[in-house]
């Protein structure tokens, strides 16, 4: 089963995606929004229901897709987790005892098909192809043996960022993560029970069909579960979050020289059992003042 957000004849909604089409799980239950259904112990039963009988309400082609959880509240992104990627900093470090992470916000997202906008401020738009999990259970200081049962489902990513500006300051890197919209994540959420053995997921990214990433999530140098006790220590996860869980190598900056993205590239991130993401990067337009 695939959930989204999305819009379609001029109001928002969220539904299941089938071969062909929607069908608007907003009109057919009394969730407001797929958080809202995420949050409810009988949401994902009430949407297979329908699922077997729901009748198709929009063309796939008659939708803009959001990011699955528009309203969620907290999007949390890790950094430094697969196993090349800390050599790629060429700093001489030791792996890493701890996983970095860092706050992104709504705003810096995109849905699929949408466009990633290229910002006048930096040359150095890059992309980052993740695997994004999507909190059902949420919970503080969960432990390690049963945090996988607080997943709800999973998703796509493509944390974009902006390097020069992840350098502006001594200690974070909000600043680059967060440009609006240089980010996607989608097109839909997998529920965990429909995406097969967590354990054998891979990614790959694309940037105009040449393979830049390639990798496993059993690289991981913080697993799933192990993300979700450490990061549930400090903050309380709640039904909707996103934890956007590492890149692989083979982002732009990491070539010699950088490729970074321009104008019409597009950039394809495919999780096998979960989905493709796929965004064109546009020039952003900025007004005159």
Known sequence: MKLISFSAAGRDGFGLVHATGVADLGARTDFSSLRALIASPDGLEAARRIAAQAPIDFA??????HIPVPDADKIICIGVNYADRNAEYKDGSAAPGYPSM???TRGSFTGHGEPLLLPPESPQFDYEGEIALVIGRGGRRIPQETALTHIFGLS???EGCVRD????????VTQGKNFEKSGSI???IVPVADAGSLDDLSLKTWVNDELRQEDTVRRMLFPFAYLISYISSF???LPGDIIVTGTPTGSGARFDPPRYLVDG??????VPGIGTLENRVVRE????T
Not at 60 to 65: E, P, Q, T
């Open 60 to 65: 796939l082609a008659d939708i803009r897709y």
């Open 102 to 104: 860092f706050l992104r």
């Open 285 to 288: 337009t900025v007004a005159a």
């Open 156 to 158: 796509v990513c493509n």
């Open 265 to 270: 590239d597009v950039v394809r991130v495919d």
């Open 165 to 172: 500006w992840m350098r502006h300051a001594k200690f974070n």
């Open 235 to 237: 903050t309380e996860l």
């Open 186 to 188: 989608g097109p839909w």
